[in-house]
């Protein structure tokens, strides 16, 4: 069974997965309701039952951050504001080039933020 947990203002699943007798939760975030949540988490159990091994695609993260300057901030911003995420988004490309996000941990972020607060 899946455990259902609240990230800030999302919500995120974990379903338990072992592979090869190790423990490997397969997890995911991100969700605005609790229920949106459930219910992904319960297709990915399905998926598990049917012994189907679900494959989370790997993006990588300029991609996911255009998509996002595209779908969610490019009607809504100013011009200014517009020209700021573009700028981001060029150093974003620059350092990680075509790394996934899930391949992106807390300590590359963070050399990523000293890399671009140097200038």
Known sequence: MASIQKRGKTYQ???SHTVNGKQSPIRKGGFPTKKEAQIAAAEVEAQLAKCLIPILKKIPLDNYFENWITLFKEP?????????????????KDYFQDKPIQDIKRQDYQLFLNWIGKD
């Open 13 to 15: 699943y974990t379903v």
């Open 76 to 92: 809504k911003v100013s011009r200014v504001t517009l020209e700021h995420y573009k700028y981001s988004l060029k150093a974003v």
